[in-house]
């Protein structure tokens, strides 16, 4: 018997590519496995768990019953609804809160604030950019404390400033909480819009705007007819992602704990007030359900953009 | 250039305007720049009468607050070392390989990245790590954090190698190169700045996070610096401030450094939804 | 090196065909350019040689040798890219050894020969400068030298002097005919500028639209084009496509359009065949072989004059037969041409080309 002479043949490549599909698939397989136990589970699991009467301690911790939409029922309850405290108080916060600090402060004073800096000389743009940035970077728990002593009824910066300009002090935080947290938000998230705008503005041809010069507009005209215009569609882009963020944002709760008397709890630290302080997880994983129903409409509306764009 | 007059006040009342937002933005700032440095411990604006540096060492000098800043450091880096590494690889694929559904599986996991928030599934993320028996652990705030933030890192990578010529690649095989050889010698480095920024990007969003493990830990020995300085300013008791100050101005100052460094490497460019 | 063969090669894109049916040989050591616009399949056949891209059928031979489905590290080849696809992160002395060290040769030998190549090509003084640190073309010639470092059987190259200006690529040519004389390799070259194809190619491959339409020497394709495609491709201006009216009278040939007068075109069986089937035909004469003629003399064509451009040895004269039909005649000469509003330029009837309806060559008397 003759055996063959065994070569190292290359081996052959049906079509090919940079990656192969073999290595491709091992490539993406680490990142896919964390992506689906912590994301792409979660996200069934929490549909799951909110049609049971699961709990943190006690009997129906490890034996949870289906209590079929009893947690739906009991969020919507018209009787209570509308009470503090109770999730459609909550949800209409939200929605305030969004609109107020999310679509109109931060939005505009970003629109404002990119423009400004556009025209105005080296050294404001860079301190006033420091400012503005250095309150978006800095973690929330930092901010939070920050504003805390900020807001300080006895010895806070704010009252000291009022005082001194003869203005009548007050307990903020006890009195408006509510434009505290929405002042608070636009001060904390800013500098996205700002930055993102900023980036949008530079993306115009000078001429652009040297040919309007030419021509006689004013600053306000060149912004209405030239820059508004060619940025449309980095605002719808930053009104999405800004509302997707204020509306799941828990930071104004290291201010406030949701207080006082529940008038600052937003649907997130409604969540963690339900699930973590009362321990109805079944009940928070209901409302964890109702909030990824609303981020999946704005996701989809925000992709839907994004692949017209890409076309 | 000569300038009108009506343009050239224009011009100065620009300019106020900016700086007025600027100060604006400031001033809940201005009592953090001082109090680490004063004596005397107070919520109040004011100089410190007299400077010193007291309040850090007094800070260092506590074993729960350095503990808390090196639980900070593990969780950020274990978590950055995972996330760098899987959305590097994934990436990759993603870019170079032609595995047929790529363009869905990048859809789909955008979409559940946006839809997926750590306060939409604290409930569920809280019972996955529970039923793991990873509850208290450094690991479950490392694999949370690393779960979250891959779809965004990947996306943010993808972009940048599909900015990155295949020629590099191709050309290192038409020399003999492997693949592996060609992905080693050739592409990691040339995607490597990409890594960087997702790996700041990274370790900043774990860093600065309150929530995850605010449910997901327990006990002292495990709480990264983000919770220390909350209980220490909400929890009954009045708070030495000028110490929970300084505290806090250690704990940010890793984030400004990596964002000083970013902008001084990369310039200041935008990266779309740096934070998530 | 070795010689390279397609036989039937096809490449589809979805629906799109980028190469259809494509075959041909390169002899050992032959130099064959791939000429044509962009998307008419030239730098796909070049990848598939390669082994960049798999063809979708046919069969791909190097030195007599199937290598249609081989990775490219195992084809033994080099290729020069079109944007150097130098290594950021090395300098030029790693750029240029990396194949050497996927070879696995030892660090000093592989510095030894990367700096004996890159003297050759005049940058052995910058051996430690990073890609970013040298001009675009000692770029050029980094990338050269990264290819000619090793002996592959192969040589390839992606349009690799369309990066530089037009003084740089002049003189890259240049040295690229005198590497070629010198080693006598096997290279196909993928270019759109027919300037860079006469000057270098043994043969050159014209495309269009994933098929080769005419493979053949400079010369040949300068004067036979076998298509008015081909016509209207090589040579700078371009050739003259003039539609004309055929007929037969009495057994003569005669030509008609507007302006234009000719005579003393034998008629041949092959005019008589396309004549039959159409009674439209093309006339080409190059700009080259037009000059001023006399009003009212034969071989000429007459028409408005459009422009006339003194380019210094050399004016370049156009007129306007109307609908943007336009002729334009290369005259050399150093003097400014003071012309009339119309103007008659007259060709001799050996330099003329015909072409059927379809825009195929019709062979002259003795083709």
């Known amino acids: 018997m003759t055996t063959e002479p065994i070569e190292a043949k290359p081996k052959k490549v049906r079509n090919f590519a940079l990656l192969s599909n073999r290595a491709g698939a091992a490539f993406l397989t680490p990142a896919g496995l964390l992506v689906s136990v912590f994301v792409i589970v979660p996200f069934f699991w929490v549909i799951f768990v909110s049609f049971t009467n699961r709990t943190l301690l006690g009997r129906t911790a490890l034996n949870p019953e289906f209590v079929g939409l009893a947690n739906y029922l009991s969020l919507f309850d018209p ?144 912004f209405r007819d030239i820059g508004l215009p060619l940025i449309r569609g980095h605002i719808v882009t930053d009104l999405i992602l800004i509302t997707m963020w204020t509306f799941n944002t828990f930071t104004p709760f290291l201010l406030t704990n949701g207080g006082p008397s529940y008038r600052t709890e937003l649907v997130s630290i409604y969540n963690y007030r339900v699930a973590f302080q009362d321990f109805q997880f079944g009940k928070g994983a209901a409302v964890g359900v109702i909030m990824m129903l609303i981020n999946l409409a704005f996701a989809l509306i925000y992709l839907s953009i994004g692949r017209k764009k890409r076309r | 250039m000569k300038l009108t007059i009506p343009a050239f006040v224009g011009r100065i009342a620009f300019s106020a305007l900016a700086a007025l937002i600027g100060a604006i933005f400031a001033l809940p700032l201005l009592w953090f720049l001082f109090a680490p440095f004063n004596a005397r411990a107070e919520l109040g604006l004011a100089l410190p009468d007299p400077w010193t540096l007291n309040n850090f060492v007094t800070v260092f000098g506590n074993s729960y607050a350095v503990q808390a800043l090196w639980n900070s450091f593990i969780q950020a880096v274990g978590g ?70 891959l779809p965004t890192a990947m996306f943010i990578l993808r972009d940048f190698i599909d900015s990155i010529p295949k020629s590099y690649e191709e050309s290192a095989m038409v020399a003999g190169a492997s693949p592996v050889q060609a992905f080693f010698d050739v592409a990691l480095p040339v995607i490597r700045p990409g890594i960087v920024v997702v790996v700041v990007w990274g370790f900043v969003n774990i860093w600065g996070s309150f929530l995850i493990p605010f449910i997901l830990l327990r006990s002292d020995s495990n709480m990264p610096a983000s919770v220390a300085i909350y209980s220490f300013y909400s929890e009954a008791g009045t708070p030495i401030v000028t110490l929970l100050a300084a505290y806090s101005l250690i704990y940010s100052l890793p984030v400004i450094v990596l964002y000083l460094f970013v902008s001084w490497k990369f310039g200041f460019r935008f990266f779309g939804g740096i934070k998530a | 090196m070795a010689s390279v063969e397609f036989k039937n090669v096809t490449k589809s894109f979805g629906e799109f065909k980028a190469v259809a049916d494509v075959s041909f040989d390169i002899g050992d050591g032959e130099f064959v350019c791939l000429l044509g616009p962009s998307g008419c399949g030239k730098t796909t056949s070049l990848r598939m040689l390669a082994g960049l891209e798999t063809p979708t059928s046919g069969k791909i031979l190097i030195g007599g040798e199937e290598v249609t489905h081989l990775h490219p590290k195992d084809r033994n080849i080099a290729m020069v890219f079109q944007d150097y696809a130098l290594y950021p992160h090395m300098n030029l002395a790693d750029n240029i050894a990396y194949p050497l060290k996927v070879r696995g040769e030892p660090v000093a030998q592989r510095h030894g020969r990367a700096k004996e190549v890159a003297d050759v090509l005049k940058i052995g003084h910058l051996m430690d400068r990073l890609p970013s640190q040298i001009s675009g073309g000692q770029q050029q010639r980094t990338s050269l030298a990264r290819a000619l470092v090793y002996p592959a059987k192969v040589y390839l190259f992606d349009e690799p002097l369309s990066n530089l200006d037009a003084k740089l690529r002049l003189e890259a040519r240049g040295f690229l005919n005198h590497l070629q004389r010198d080693m006598g390799m096997t290279a196909v070259y993928v270019t759109h500028d027919q300037a860079e194809a006469m000057a270098l190619a043994t043969r050159i491959a014209v495309m269009d639209q994933g098929h080769i339409v005419q493979f053949a020497s400079p010369i040949e394709i300068y004067r036979r084009p076998a298509t008015t495609f081909v016509a209207n491709f090589v040579g700078n201006p371009p050739m003259n496509l003039v539609e004309v009216e055929g007929a037969q009278v009495d057994g003569k040939l005669v030509l008609k359009a507007e302006g234009l007068t000719i005579a003393g075109l034998a008629m041949t069986d092959a005019i008589g065949k396309a004549l039959t089937a159409s009674g439209k035909l093309t006339l080409g004469v190059r700009p080259e072989h037009l000059g001023i003629a006399a009003a009212g003399a034969v071989n000429t064509i007459t028409a408005p004059l459009f422009a006339n451009e003194n380019m210094g040895p050399e004016s370049l004269v156009t007129v306007d037969r109307g609908d943007s039909a336009r002729v334009t005649a290369r005259i050399f000469t150093d003097d400014h041409l003071d012309l009339s509003k119309v103007v008659t330029l007259g060709f001799s009837a050996e330099h003329v080309h015909l072409f059927d309806s379809a825009g195929k060559r019709i062979p002259a008397l003795g083709e």
Do not use: C
């Open chain 1, 79 to 222: 009787a209570t609804f509308f009470q503090r405290g109770q999730f459609g108080f909550s949800l209409i916060l939200t929605t305030q809160f969004v609109l107020a600090s999310a679509l109109l402060g931060q939005a505009l004073l970003g629109l404002l604030l990119a423009w400004l800096i556009q025209t105005v000389p080296p050294w404001v743009k860079r301190i006033t950019e420091t400012f503005v940035i250095a309150a978006w970077i800095l973690p929330e728990v930092v901010i939070g404390f920050a504003w805390f002593a900020f807001l300080d009824r006895d010895q806070g910066t704010l009252n000291m400033l009022l005082e001194g300009l003869g203005l009548p002090p007050g307990d903020f935080l006890l009195q408006q909480p509510f434009w505290v947290i929405v002042v608070f938000n636009t001060w904390r998230g800013a500098a996205f819009s700002m930055m993102l705008f900023n980036s949008a503005f530079s993306s115009i041809p000078p001429s652009y705007f040297q040919a309007a010069d030419v021509a006689g507009a004013s600053s306000w005209q060149k």
């Open chain 2, 80 to 149: 950055v070392i995972l996330v760098g590494a899987a959305a590097t690889l994934a990436a990759y694929a993603l870019s170079r390989s032609s595995i047929p559904g790529k363009g869905a599986v990048t859809y789909i996991l955008l979409l559940f990245s946006s839809v997926v928030s750590g306060s939409a599934a604290m409930v569920p993320i809280f019972l996955i790590v529970s039923a793991a028996g990873l509850m208290d652990t450094h690991l479950a705030v490392i694999l949370t954090f690393a779960g979250g933030l």
